[in-house]
């Protein structure tokens, strides 16, 4: 098969050997990319509402149409969507629809369900827990207000408001309190910005037990973003940065279910469909009917997909963390991050089936967020190296591999995406 080209790349760590990456995309034809947005496609930024995409990346991901999905936390629709974005850089909806430029894939960590022409579908949700989420960003809005009232009664207010504005993301599937702005503005006071992330902690639990109040216990969890990995009772750590970083920014409520790692078995669910017409786990399965485990999920895949069917997948993210501490005298390696479960997925299902799955990382530093341990490069005899990656040095024994990554972020990514279509019959 085509992927033989450069057989070895799935084997390597920390690989900065993009041509042989291009070739693989190019030339393989049972192939399927399962990418993640911000900061692999577009710049982190402060502001959800400032993000831009590139046209010409757009239009390459349609070279790749029927091999191509994005996997986001994010969602497509909304003022804050990737849709609003796409459709402002080609000056309308109309343009949009009719070329097929939105990005086909799931948002909401796999709930929401979109076509390269546009159409939206929740699979596996109910009408009462939208109406519940529909709620939520004002509820945000105000306990921010309430905050702030409190711990900043000296604050220019019309400058507060508009950083509220900003910071509550009215998604429609998984409504968001996205901390950058807030960051940027107390940076300088640490405990104030650490008391902020503590009361958008006690709103998240608040919201879970309204929702059991209201019959819909267990239809909700909260996903910190980036976190440290998830404790004894399988909740997410909330990562308290510390100098400059910001730590966790993002807490998402969000359907239970809708973790990324169960939507790589969604999508291969529809990529099977597209080819053989038959659903290996049955054409209404959605993210909320999959187990939660790295080991269920995994004997899922081996229960029911045909081995001699199974695409060489690429994983694409950004978001990877590993923190170690000292507990109980000895050193515990704390992992997190969005990313880290679908890619660690797509490793896993890549070592059972040998297809050659590649996971793949940009370096998303770079950006206005101050949450990202940048990739650290050195020149040996004229080559250049990565001496570490984004992980903590000292967690020797991580199970997740980088095979290839991009340090230049974004840009470069896209640059080498864009090779890699150009390429492609």
């Not at 022409?117 to 509820?139: M, N, R, T, W, Y």
């Not at 089936?353 to 996971?359: P, Q, S, Y």
């Not at 940048?374 to 997740?400: C, S, Y």
């Amino acid at each position: 098969m085509s992927y033989l080209t450069s057989p070895s790349l799935h084997q390597q760590v920390f690989s900065l050997d993009h041509g042989a990456w291009i070739e693989r995309l190019a030339t393989t034809d049972n192939l399927l990319i399962i990418q993640d947005l911000d900061g692999v496609c577009m710049g982190l930024v402060k502001d959800p509402l400032a993000r831009v995409i590139d046209l010409d990346y757009v239009e390459a991901t349609q070279r790749f149409d029927g091999h191509f999905y994005v996997l986001t936390n994010g969602e497509h629709t909304g003022k804050r969507g990737v849709n609003g974005i796409i459709e402002r850089a080609l000056g309308g909806e109309q343009q949009a629809q009719s070329g097929g430029y939105y990005l086909p894939g799931l948002a909401a960590g796999g709930v929401q369900w979109q076509t390269r022409d546009g159409q939206i579908f929740h699979p596996g949700v109910s009408e009462a827990e939208l109406a519940f989420l529909a709620a939520v960003p004002q509820k945000m809005g105000e306990h921010l207000r309430q905050f702030l009232r409190r711990r900043l009664r000296d604050g220019d207010e019309s400058e507060l408001e508009q950083a509220i504005q900003a910071t509550v993301l009215d998604n429609i599937a998984s409504p968001t309190a996205n901390l950058n702005t807030f960051h940027n503005l107390l940076g300088h006071q640490r405990e104030v910005y650490a008391d902020l992330q503590y009361a958008m902690q006690t709103l998240m639990e608040d919201l879970l037990r309204d929702a059991a109040h209201q019959g819909l216990k267990g239809s909700f969890f909260v996903h910190y973003a980036p976190n440290h990995g998830r404790g004894p009772d399988g909740k997410e750590i909330l990562w308290f940065g510390e100098g400059d970083e910001s730590g966790t920014t993002d807490f998402q409520f969000m359907l239970r279910g809708a973790i990324k790692e169960a939507g790589v078995l969604a999508l291969l669910n529809r990529y099977y469909a597209d080819r053989t017409g038959d659903y290996p786990l049955g054409s209404d399965f959605s993210v909320r009917q999959a187990p939660h485990s790295h080991g269920e999920l995994l004997e899922l895949v081996i229960q029911n997909f045909d081995p001699a069917l199974m695409p060489t997948l690429v994983g694409v993210g950004d978001t990877v963390t590993s923190v170690v501490l000292m507990e109980d005298g000895q050193p515990v390696a704390k992992r997190g991050g969005s990313d880290r479960n679908f890619l660690h997925l797509i490793q896993a299902i890549g070592q059972q089936f040998d297809t050659g799955n590649l996971v793949t990382y940009v370096d998303s530093s770079g950006g206005e967020l101050k949450n990202r341990r940048a990739i650290k490069l050195e020149d040996r005899d004229g080559t250049t190296v990565v001496t570490a990656g984004p992980g903590d040095p000292r967690d020797g024994d991580d199970p997740l591999v980088l095979n290839v990554v991009f340090p230049g972020g974004y840009q470069q990514y896209c640059q080498a995406f864009q090779a890699a279509a150009a390429r492609r019959n």
